[in-house]
C-alpha cells in the first residue's frame, strides 16, 4: 500500500468513531437520497390511480343513471313495437278507427285500409295506408283528428283536405290519407 492508505488506516483505527460516525452519516445520506427517489416514483404511480380511481368513481355512480335509462329505452321500444299493427287484422285496424270515431262522435263515412306497397317494408316495420272521410261538426271532426294524432298507433298524414259540407252549418268533412306502421 502506499503511504497515503497507511496513514488513512492509521488515523481511522485511532478515531474510530468519527471513522464509525462518518461512515454512518455517508450511508444515511446514500439511502435517504434513494429512498427520496423512491418516493418521487411512487407520488407519481399514486396520482396516476387516484385520478382512474376518480373515473371509476363517476362511472359507478352514473351506473345507476345507465341502467333506468336502459330500461325506459326497452320499454318505449317495446311500448314501440307493440304499437304497430297486423296488416292481416283488418278487423282490429278498422277498429281502432271506429273506437275513435265512438269517443269523438263524428261520423265515419268512408273507411278503406289499402295493400301497403311491395318492398316498402324496411326490416322492423313497414307503411300500410289507409283513407278516412269523416264528418261533423268542426269540434268533433277536430276532436276524431286530435286523438287519432294522439292515439297509440304510430303514423303519419300524408293529404288531407278540410270542407264544409253545406254553406250554412257547422257541418265539415276531412279527408285523411295516412300511413300506419306496422310489423312486416
Known sequence: MTAFFQRAFGLMK???????????FLGAGTAGYLVRG???LMEADHEVVRSEDE?????IAGAANLRADRDAIAAAAQEMT???????????????????EDQSRA???DLHQMPAPLGAA?????????????????????????QLEHGSRLMRITAFTL??????GD??????????????
Open 14 to 24: 485511532e478515531y474510530a468513531f468519527v471513522t464509525l460516525c462518518t461512515v454512518v
Open 38 to 40: 423512491g418516493l418521487k
Open 55 to 59: 373515473i371509476q368513481q363517476k362511472l
Open 82 to 100: 307493440s304499437s304497430l299493427l297486423i296488416e292481416e287484422n283488418l278487423a282490429d285496424n278498422l277498429g281502432y278507427f271506429y273506437k275513435i
Open 107 to 109: 261520423r265515419i263515412s
Open 122 to 146: 324496411n326490416g322492423t316495420s313497414k307503411s300500410v295506408p289507409f283513407t278516412v272521410n269523416v264528418t261533423g261538426s268542426f269540434a268533433q271532426v277536430f276532436g276524431f283528428l286530435y
Open 163 to 168: 270542407d264544409r259540407k253545406a254553406q250554412a
Open 171 to 184: 257541418s265539415v268533412v276531412l279527408d285523411l290519407n295516412l300511413e300506419m306502421l306496422a310489423r312486416p
